[in-house]
């Protein structure tokens, strides 16, 4: 994010106001649109410099241009390291990277060879997704994360193949809502081990705190583990509802149209493909947009420390921040 760029003149945080839900949707949707995947290393260097160049007081104000290069690190750069974030983990390649896995994982009558296969397919690239974009106060282990991995593929895939031995035992229920709820599965599977996943992988936040800075200079002011409670169950939600309306509508509305249309196998895939793909671009910027990335909090919220900090003037530090992660 252009929030990593050094220099004592903040940018402004968005061209919309994130104080709404609506202004978050709009800056969501810059930031996970997915032309950034095409920027090469020049153009990311010369935003970088446009932006340094405001933050020093060498531009005066905001142009399109220098929308454009804070819209260029928004979505490409982290804004705890400043680095890259490994291209296919970028918010930005967030649809594209889960979308032959979600394919996979919706594809009516699985197995349970190919159930198992997509979902640790799925936990693998979401540890990989959330450690890029966690936030880098306290990094994993290498043994914290092969556990965490260990533990969320386990909790998905025991999800996943119970429920699905378990829902043609309803015989209460007609054929029809059996078949209803066996495409269901997978979305049962995904928000249960998709919120293990997060609280896993992000459990050293949670145990040691994360940085929270001073909401006016930016200035880090402590470590606050109520903070990191904050931002990982922000970001635990923010997944469910993001997989709420891609693993539920898509299913749901296939089995209509084939009640409609005669369909093969590949006319099915297709089918599945398209419905997935729109669903995931549209139901993307509306779920990162319930939280902000940079969470502002009171500083009465946290722990009893915060509260006695001081401004540079000498009055009550009120407010502070703190970067959520994706």
Known sequence: MASAIPGPIELPESQYDLSTYWGRVKHSAEVSDPRMLLVTRKQLEESKN????????????????????????DSTIHPDTGEPVFLPFRMSSYVLSNLVVTA???TPNLGTAGTLFWQIANQSLNVAINTANSNKSHPMSFGQLATSYTLAVSASCSVAVG??????????????????LGRLVPFAAVVSAGVVNVFLMRGEE???GISVYDSETGEKVGISKTAAIYAVGETAVSRVLNATPIMVLPPLILVRLQRKFKMNRFTETLTNLGLITATSFVALPF???VFPQRRTIATSRL???????????GEPLKHVQFNRGM
Do not use: C, D, H
């Not at 405001?54 to 804070?70: D, R, S, V």
């Not at 429920?163 to 209803?180: E, G, H, T, Y």
């Open 206 to 208: 949670i145990r040691k």
């Open 50 to 73: 446009l932006v340094t160049a405001y933050k020093n007081g060498e531009i005066k104000e905001m142009t399109a241009q220098l929308w454009t290069a804070k819209k260029v690190l």
């Open 287 to 289: 779920a990162l947009g």
């Open 303 to 313: 722990e009893p420390e915060f509260r006695a900090l001081k401004t540079k003037s």
């Open 104 to 106: 996979g994982m919706l």
């Open 163 to 180: 429920l699905n031995s378990i829902v043609p035992r309803l015989k209460s229920l007609s054929a029809n809502s059996r078949m209803i």
